[in-house]
């Protein structure tokens, strides 16, 4: 089994800290963590934290009630840096299933990480949001899996793009050369 740790804080220090630690692999947020941490901006806040953070993924929240304000709220936040992934609730405040928004931002390709899960329901839920197939390009797996650092999956790929990082190709072009 494979275990990852995010640091689940807000604190511009506290994360300079972590983050030159090996085993943390990434950070998460939250609109209370970061007004505790004294952000005053949550967007000139993030760009602070995004300063440090670099390398290693990190999630912001949306702090929106309604679905198209979060839909709006993540796609914007989702331009602020290239390891961001889009922090969303699976239910708002009013109780609601988030749904509508996991699924519009997931087929934005935007990266998510969705929080406050608490039953398997809610889990099966999620899954009929997300995972859809994409394109039409390949085979298997390939219309649902986004390479790492890309946004598209490898079957809405063009071809040429597809076979630079495939690994079944690059093996293949090793391999070819004993026959």
Known sequence: MSIKIFCDIADVNQIKR??????????????????????KDYKAYSKQILKVCKNKPISFEVFADNDQSMI????????WGKNIYVKVPVVN?????TGKVIQNLNSQNIRLNITAVYSANQTKKILKMI???KGKNGFGYDPIFIPRGKKLTFAQMKPSKKYKIDHRFKAFRKIKKFF
Do not use: C, D, Y
């Not at 709006?72 to 331009?79: F, P």
């Not at 405040?93 to 299933?97: D, M, V, W």
């Open 72 to 79: 709006e709220q993540g796609s914007k936040i989702n331009t």
């Open 18 to 39: 972590f983050h030159r630690k090996k085993i943390v692999k990434g950070f998460t947020t939250n609109p209370s963590l970061m007004r505790k941490a004294g952000a």
């Open 131 to 133: 995972n859809k197939k």
């Open 93 to 97: 405040s009013k109780n609601q299933f």
